[in-house]
T-cell receptor, first 116, second 116 residues
Framework: DVKVTQSSRYLVKRTGEKVFLECVQD?????MFWYRQDPGLGLRLIYF???????EKGDIPEGYSVSREKKERFSLILESASTNQTSMYLC???????????????FGPGTRLLVL | AQSVTQLGSHVSVSEGALVLLRCNYS??????LFWYVQYPNQGLQLLLK??????LVKGINGFEAEFKKSETSFHLTKPSAHMSDAAEYFC??????????????FGKGTKLSVKP
């Protein structure tokens, strides 16, 4: 079974703090993704990566950065947390295959972040 | 722009009744299509995926979905609802164009409630 783990299930931070959210997958997947989930808005893609050291902006990258130093690990960084970044953050991965196997993503349990 | 629309943010059914969750996609080319389920405080779990091999797709937990190209729809059904089906359901489509081809576009989700 694909296993995607996230470092924290719940996190409380103060405005202005630097926040690191870690994601690790154990299936040797090339592709990794970070989403935020907000009620009524569904999932929105923040950043993604198709390979080590590689990153691409998603639909809402402002206020975030990412790091991918190892294949299995993809970190999301909030440089200076703000209250409007209070959300559920979901990490996902998928293999570098063609067709539907490449598109089907496997998700971690999520990190619920509260910024005060 | 490519999009996924889920009709109804909340659906309520009685235990034993038919479950029907609606999803329409917009794309000139039929994309790969997916349904995910999210139980409270958990990540997303893949329910089923459409690969063009068959228009009726069976998934886990007794769910199935039918792809109808003429209606650009991929509705999710289950003949008889169980209390354990109460969750949020997301329809997603693979992007069919551009540099992020293959990335998923999500609908806003439908929360399913099951009454005893």
């Amino acid at each position: 079974d694909v296993k995607v783990t996230q470092s924290s299930r719940y996190l409380v931070k103060r405005t202005g703090e630097k926040v690191f959210l870690e994601c690790v997958q154990d299936m040797d997947h090339e592709n990794m993704f970070w989403y935020r989930q907000d009620p009524g808005l569904g999932l929105r893609l923040i950043y993604f990566s198709y390979d080590v050291k590689m990153k691409e902006k998603g639909d809402i990258p402002e206020g975030y950065s990412v790091s991918r130093e190892k294949k299995e690990r993809f970190s999301l960084i909030l440089e200076s947390a703000s209250t409007n970044q209070t959300s559920m953050y979901l990490c996902a991965s998928s293999p570098k295959l063609s067709g539907v196997k490449r598109t089907a993503q496997y998700f971690g349990p999520g990190t619920r972040l509260l910024v005060l | 722009a490519q999009s996924v629309t889920q009709l109804g943010s909340h659906v309520s059914v009685s235990e034993g009744a038919l479950v029907l969750l609606r999803c329409n996609y917009s794309s000139s080319v039929p994309p790969y299509l997916f349904w995910y389920v999210q139980y409270p405080n958990q990540g997303l779990q893949l329910l089923l995926k459409y690969t063009s091999a068959a228009t009726l797709v069976k998934g886990i937990n007794g769910f199935e979905a039918e792809f109808k190209k003429s209606e650009t729809s991929f509705h999710l059904t289950k003949p008889s609802a169980h209390m354990s089906d109460a969750a949020e359901y997301f329809c997603a489509a693979g992007r069919t164009y551009g540099g992020s081809q293959g990335n998923l576009i999500f609908g806003k989700g439908t929360k399913l409630s099951v009454k005893p």
